[in-house]
């Protein structure tokens, strides 16, 4: 369906891992939201009448759709400012190697093997097989062996906008939602170990930000 944002600024079939146009307006909505909790409270006065640095920094990973889930987040953080000055705002500080905002497999030879025994138990589920089962009937050995949750996105993408489900995976669609639903779980939560080695880098340049902001070296 519509709905995949491009890099030339056209709206393209969304293909999978796009952020679709309803992406983007719930996005907004919630910096809407974020704006009249958080800016809008200061005795009738905003807190921040435009973003500026050092007041508000705004960082995410390199990957093309979490870049403009940020410029969208800020499209309703402060709709009366200019785009191109909203898309500057967003620092992409870190590679996919050197990343700390996600699970980085890449860095820890502990998580990446605790990921790989995750993965094992997920692909040999119950759940998990008999969808793939599914999933080459409908098309065929080659396509079935892409990654469910890639399967889910352009599926939920048709939902998202109203368009009807192509035909065979009407009845598919609710077991491709519930298996990547259970990897994510598998790859974001897991066991307390792959927690604390997902998220130690990340919680610890928090720490550090923190203990500046505090110590008067920088602001918060």
């Known amino acids: 369906p519509t709905g995949a944002y491009n890099a030339d600024g056209g709206y393209h079939r ?3 891992g796009h952020l679709t146009e309803v992406g983007e307006r719930e996005l907004e909505a919630l910096g809407s939201f974020l704006r009249k909790s958080y800016i809008e409270i200061a005795d009738g ?12 920094q705004v960082v995410s990973t390199k990957g093309a759709r979490t870049v403009l889930s940020a410029q969208c987040l ?11 000055e909203l898309d ?3 620092e992409v500080p870190r590679t996919f190697d050197t990343e700390i905002l996600i699970a980085n497999h890449a860095r820890c030879p502990r998580l990446r093997q605790l990921a790989i025994e995750q993965r094992a138990k997920y692909d040999a589920g119950l759940q998990v097989t008999s969808t793939r089962r599914k ?3 409908v098309e065929g050995e080659d396509e079935a062996k892409v990654s469910i949750i890639m399967h889910g996105d352009p599926l939920r993408a048709y939902t998202g906008h109203g368009v009807p489900l192509p035909t065979g995976y009407e009845a598919l669609a609710a077991d491709i939602d519930t298996c990547g639903h259970q990897s994510i779980e598998l790859g974001v939560g897991g066991t307390e170990e792959v927690v ?25």
């Open 135 to 137: 999933l080459r009937q």
């Open 14 to 16: 969304c293909m999978p």
């Open 88 to 90: 500057n705002l967003v």
């Open 74 to 84: 800020l499209r309703g953080l402060f709709p009366d400012v200019n785009q191109a």
């Open 45 to 56: 006065r905003p807190l921040l009448t435009a973003p500026a640095k050092p007041e508000l």
């Open 196 to 220: 604390r080695l997902s998220s130690g880098l990340l919680l610890a340049d928090m720490h550090r930000m923190f203990s500046d902001a505090a110590a008067g070296r920088s602001p918060l």
